[in-house]
């Protein structure tokens, strides 16, 4: 599997497909290296970009994230439910 990145402007993440701006990493969006240098290694880019590794501390924060995330998808298949 590639490498993905994140792309940061002052701060704040790009969102997928370039949609916006989040200061949440959990809702960056996941670039290539290709796209990542294409955005920001120009003269006029105030972006950098670093690997989605760097974003997380360990493995246990992303399964908390994983669980957390589950535990909200069970909660709109009972809205489903629920309608």
């Not at 399964?63 to 298949?77: S, T, V």
Request: glycine share 4%.
């Amino acid at each position: 599997m590639k490498q993905l990145f994140v792309i940061i402007k002052d701060g704040a993440y790009w969102r997928p497909n370039s949609r916006g701006y989040t200061y949440n990493r959990h809702e960056a969006g996941l670039y290539t290296e290709e796209e990542a240098k294409e955005t920001c290694d120009h003269p006029c880019s105030s972006c950098r970009y670093k690997p989605v590794s760097e974003l997380f501390e360990s493995e246990d924060e992303i399964n908390e994230i994983i669980a957390h995330l589950e535990r909200i998808k069970e909660q709109m298949r009972l809205a489903e439910v629920v309608q």
